[in-house]
């Protein structure tokens, strides 16, 4: 009798691995949904004007450091928006990366969507423009269910890309 | 309030206990071998995972591939083996919980067993990203949320410029390197961490339970390999970056915490992880402190037999030059960080005989808050009570439940620190001086030991295995190890006291005579 309730225990524990190695069953998104990915580095315009040296200031510094320009090292951050249609997805002002606030920024960000014909606008301003998008895009995009619609900033074209 | 929590913990534990104690002899239980049962399920997944790496390829188009040939083509070896290296995995998460949980809330976590708890914490960070980037490796639709939720969470790190998760945006910009890493940190990097832990998690205790009973080795080999034939794992479909995995087979045991990446975010996935953690870690030291008294070594009476070095189950005592010109070479010595005051020393020491008369009851070493003169005592204060019917003292370990309610049913229990406490002289004693007709040790189940040895010791003592020996005048019909798990069928141990007391009663009616002491 011992036996079989010992058969039993181990039958109960491999169930139990069994039975929560793959269920319940997590729904990501819902049939009739998609992802948009939005996710790009780049960095945002120095805040101040790059200075010419003079040439006794060029003479004071060591060799090695004798660049022609001294420019600060801050930058703005950077102003990003997407849009489907009026409807605002995405909004945020991106800090630079860095302790001294030099780096790019970046933004990484997944949206669920329902799937379907969506008017994307994607703006971004690197600089001090308060309104309008120094880089921007706009297209109709048929998004399947399911489909992962990557937006991402080409910095060899500087312009978006919805692939 | 944290007594509480042990409590109502202990409830928890005896009403699971309950059915394991029914299904198995404490011997093959495996709830008294969840450590030991983790490096089992180790030791099969470092086997099965041999088996697997031989065929598996680390790029990001033939890794998912090469796991489809292991399961479908090489199904009979590589699917079984697949399959084993996934189930042991989940059921080491199972083994490593209640594991402790069982140490929280017998409260084996606190003052000198700190460090045993402390250093089992790393062994969980270690062991869930080992699990993690093992399903990263598959390279299916799992392996594609796995990736990039993982991704997410490591760019909340604020030490990265870059972003992880963008590497994942598209197969196009998807790198083999990131498969030569995973490579790494699952096959080499992070086992050889867990394989370190697992040793500093032992090296403080004397003869750490590493390996299961055999039978319980086979039992759970089988059980794993049942699983895996009659439930294969398999994959999902391949990953595809353009895609969006919609419904998933998540493994709950490793994956349990990805859904909150996406209901909270990152950054509050990480303040509950590390909330959590912390909380583990610094339990030892929450209030109240638990007080430890280390036991105490008397020179005038240690002769340096070493039989305490030899049956101290932490390492507690050691022997070390004499310093008080005695014509022995060496003496016992106790270091107070190490000893739980369990008692087992006193157990194990020649000298600790209560039948000494001419000089008071100090042994070569003893227990400040429980010495063996006062457990004469009580003993003979016991004695003294006893009527003209049958009797039988009952020895319990502090704090047993059973031992409660046996002395609330009017039975004369006499405590220990631990069943390893007291020393086979004391029953000899009782039964010779005629305290008791019989006599019931009422520890814990050997795999449940709150001191790990003290029923084993006291099992091969009695049985005259072990030194100190019982004697052999003394009649072991007298004496019952009452090794009831203290956390099951509590209602029966008045009724197994009353058995063993009718069958005292019937063995040796009372006013036969009992051998004398010499």
Same mark, same amino acid.
């Given at each position: ?11 109960? +524990? ?35 004007? %790059? ?73 971004? #301003? ?21 489909? #992962? ?15 | ?15 699971? $206990? ?12 495996? @709830? ?19 088996? *697997? ?16 040939? @292991? ?32 140490? +929280? ?115 759970? *080999? ?17 990953? #595809? ?13 490793? *994956? ?45 009476? %240690? ?52 039948? $000494? ?60 620190? %631990? ?21 019931? *040790? ?77």
């Amino acid at each position: 009798m011992r036996l079989f309730r010992e058969i039993f225990a181990y039958a109960l +524990f491999a169930a139990i691995v069994g039975l929560l190695s793959v269920w319940p069953r997590y729904a990501l998104v819902d049939a009739e949904e998609a992802i948009i990915s939005l996710s790009f580095s780049h960095a945002g315009k120095r805040v101040g004007e %790059c200075r010419t040296l003079s040439q006794e200031e060029l003479n004071e510094l060591p060799p090695n450091m004798r660049k022609p320009t001294d420019c600060p090292r801050e930058r703005h951050p950077v102003r990003v928006e997407l849009r489907s249609g009026d409807d605002l997805l995405y909004k945020d002002l991106l800090a630079p990366s860095g302790i001294w606030a030099d780096g790019k920024a970046n933004v990484y960000c997944r949206i669920v969507v329902p799937a379907g014909i969506h008017e994307i606008f994607v703006g971004m #301003n690197d600089g001090v423009i308060e309104d309008g998008f120094a880089f921007q895009n706009q297209a109709s995009v048929d998004i399947r269910p399911g489909r #992962n619609l990557v937006i991402h900033f080409d910095e060899q074209s500087q312009q978006f890309l919805f692939q | 309030m944290i007594e509480r929590v042990h409590s109502i913990g202990r409830g928890a534990f005896r009403l699971l $206990r309950r059915p394991f104690s029914r299904a198995f002899d404490s011997e093959q239980n495996p @709830l008294n071998y969840l450590g030991a049962l983790t490096v089992f399920f180790l030791w099969i997944i470092l086997v099965s995972g041999i088996w *697997l790496l031989i065929f598996f390829r680390t790029s990001v188009s033939a890794a998912f591939d090469s796991v489809e040939y @292991l399961t479908r083509e090489q199904w009979y070896l590589g699917g079984v083996m697949r399959s084993l290296h996934r189930y042991a995995s989940d059921a080491a998460i199972i083994t490593i919980l209640l594991h402790v949980i069982k140490e +929280f809330v017998f409260d084996r976590y606190r003052s000198v067993r700190w460090f045993n708890w402390v250093t089992g914490i790393p062994l969980i960070w270690i062991v869930f990203p080992l699990g993690i980037t093992g399903y990263w490796l598959v390279w299916d639709e799992l392996a594609q949320y796995v990736a990039i939720s993982s991704a997410e969470l490591i760019d909340r790190i604020p030490i990265f410029t870059d972003s992880m998760a963008g590497n994942f945006l598209s197969d196009d910009v998807l790198s083999d390197r990131f498969f030569t890493l995973m490579a790494f940190l699952h096959l080499i990097g992070l086992p050889i961490f867990l394989v370190f832990g697992i040793w500093l998690h032992v090296f403080r205790l004397s003869g750490p339970r590493i390996n299961p009973p055999r039978r319980m080795m086979a039992a759970a *080999l089988l059980c794993m390999l049942v699983l895996s034939a009659v439930f294969p794992a398999v994959s999902h479909e391949k990953a #595809n970056l353009a895609m969006t995995p919609q419904v998933l087979r998540l493994d709950w045991f490793y *994956l349990h915490v990805y859904p909150l990446i996406q209901m909270w975010s990152p950054g509050w996935v990480w303040a509950l992880l590390i909330g959590v953690s912390s909380v583990i870690v610094i339990a030892p030291w929450a209030p109240p402190a638990k007080k430890i008294l280390p036991a105490v070594v008397d020179l005038g009476n %240690c002769n340096g037999c070493r039989r305490c070095v030899d049956d101290c189950p932490f390492g507690a005592v050691e022997m070390v030059p004499r310093t008080d010109g005695l014509n022995y070479s060496h003496q016992a010595s106790v270091s107070s960080n190490l000893c739980v005051s369990c008692g087992l020393c006193v157990g194990a020491c020649p000298t600790a005989t209560p039948f $000494r008369s001419r000089s008071a009851l100090i042994p070569g070493i003893d227990m400040p808050d429980r010495s063996a003169a006062d457990i004469r005592e009580d003993i003979i204060r016991h004695g003294a009570r006893q009527s003209g019917s049958t009797h039988v003292l009952v020895f319990a370990c502090d704090g047993d439940q059973q031992a409660e309610i046996l002395r609330r049913a009017g039975v004369d229990v006499v405590t220990l620190n %631990c069943m390893g406490h007291l020393q086979p002289s004391y029953i000899d004693f009782v039964l010779s001086r005629r305290y008791t007709d019989g006599v019931l *040790l009422l520890g814990c189940q050997d795999g449940n030991c709150n001191y790990r040895y003290g029923a084993l010791w006291t099992e091969q003592r009695v049985g005259r295995q072990r030194d100190p020996r019982l004697r052999k005048r003394t009649d072991t019909g007298r004496i019952a190890l009452g090794w009831m798990s203290p956390w099951s069928e509590h209602a029966d141990v008045v009724k197994k006291y009353e058995a063993f007391r009718d069958k005292v009663q019937r063995d040796h009616p009372v006013g036969e005579t009992v051998e004398p002491a010499l």
